[in-house]
Structures are given as structure tokens and as C-alpha cells.
């Protein structure tokens, strides 16, 4: 009996370069219809990926939907800076303001596909060399709305508090704070 092959299927991603949130030029904007929330809310008319270059320090910034509706913002630090290569746990707590602290750091996934990874926006042919790590942090804390987590929301109601949705604009201006957080630490050498 022959193998049978099956594909994965995947809703088709839009992208966009004509989008400003916050007073951020964003460079590449990504509808990802398989990344959306499944249920009805403020997130309907938000992109899923959001990347562009901080202005001010330089260094390249992601905002993306994860898998269970939430926002994570991401900055990547070029190889000569003092947290390149670090691992998440080991940068000090309350060196970044981070919503929640970091929990993420990895290099570039330029293999992944550019809606959903996280590394540099492709400006053409491959580069097949990236020295970018990335840094970022979640809007996932007991006090975030979480949309696709149903017992997230369980567990702040037992707690008795009361859940935020944080936004596509609050997570860009979560990214550019921890761009500038990373520049200056940068700057400390």
C-alpha cells in the first residue's frame, strides 16, 4: 500500500507596509487568519504580525499574535551586544521594563515563515547568516486577557481579578520601550 502524503493547510497571510499604529511606521504588517481569536472582540480588526525598525535605537522590533490570542513583543540585539546569546532566565529580572519579565530569547528563525517568525522582515533574497537574538516578552500574565485560553480567564476570576485585552498599540508601545531598555543597556559596554 503507497504512502499517503498530506499537506497542512494554511489560511493564506496578508501583508501590508501602509500601517501606523501608535505613531509607529510599521514596515511589514501581517493579516494571519489562522492566528486570529476565535471569538468575537477587539482583536477582529488587528493585524497578527507587526515588524519595523525603532527610529530611535535602531534595532529591528516584532509584535506577534500567539498561538492563544495574545500579543508578545519581540526586539532583536545585534552580536556585540552584552545580552546576545543569553538565554531568557539569565538576563536579570527588572533590567528591561517588560510586561511580566522576559521569556524569550533565541536566535533568528529565518526558516520559519515570515508571518509567524520571528526574525528579520526578508527584503529579498536570503540571507542565508543572521547573528540576531531576540529578546521579547508576553502579554500573558494572570491579568491579561487572554483570548483562546479559556482557563486563563478561570484562574484571574478565582483570583478575583479582573482581566485586561492588551492591544496591538499597547504591545508596540511594550516592543519600543524594551527597544530602547536593550539600546541603553547596549550602551553600558
Not at 547568516?129 to 491579568?143: Q, Y
Not at 487572554?146 to 483570583?159: I, K, M, N, Q, T
Not at 492591544?167 to 508601545?173: K, S, T
Amino acid at each position: 500500500m503507497a504512502k499517503r502524503t498530506t499537506k497542512v493547510a494554511r489560511a493564506a497571510s496578508t501583508a501590508r507596509t501602509d500601517i501606523v499604529v501608535g505613531g509607529q511606521p510599521i514596515a511589514k504588517a501581517y493579516h494571519v487568519p489562522d492566528l486570529k481569536p476565535k471569538a468575537t472582540g477587539p482583536w477582529t480588526v488587528e493585524r497578527e504580525k507587526l515588524a519595523w525598525t525603532d527610529p530611535k535605537t535602531g534595532l529591528d522590533c516584532i509584535v506577534r499574535r500567539m498561538a492563544k490570542g495574545h500579543f508578545a513583543a519581540f526586539v532583536a540585539v545585534p552580536r556585540d551586544h552584552p545580552l546576545h546569546a543569553y538565554s531568557a532566565e539569565a538576563i536579570p529580572p527588572g533590567l528591561l521594563r517588560t510586561h511580566g519579565g522576559i521569556d524569550y530569547a533565541q536566535a533568528c528563525d529565518h526558516r520559519g515563515p515570515e508571518d509567524r517568525s520571528i526574525c528579520h522582515v526578508h527584503r529579498g533574497a536570503f540571507e542565508s547568516k543572521d547573528d540576531a537574538w531576540w529578546i521579547g516578552t508576553s502579554c500573558d500574565e494572570i491579568g491579561d486577557l487572554v483570548p483562546d485560553d479559556p482557563s486563563h480567564a478561570a484562574e484571574a476570576r478565582r483570583l478575583g481579578i479582573e482581566q485586561v485585552y492588551r492591544n496591538e498599540r499597547y504591545a508596540v508601545e511594550l516592543c519600543t520601550t524594551l527597544a530602547h531598555d536593550l539600546a541603553a543597556v547596549g550602551e553600558l559596554r
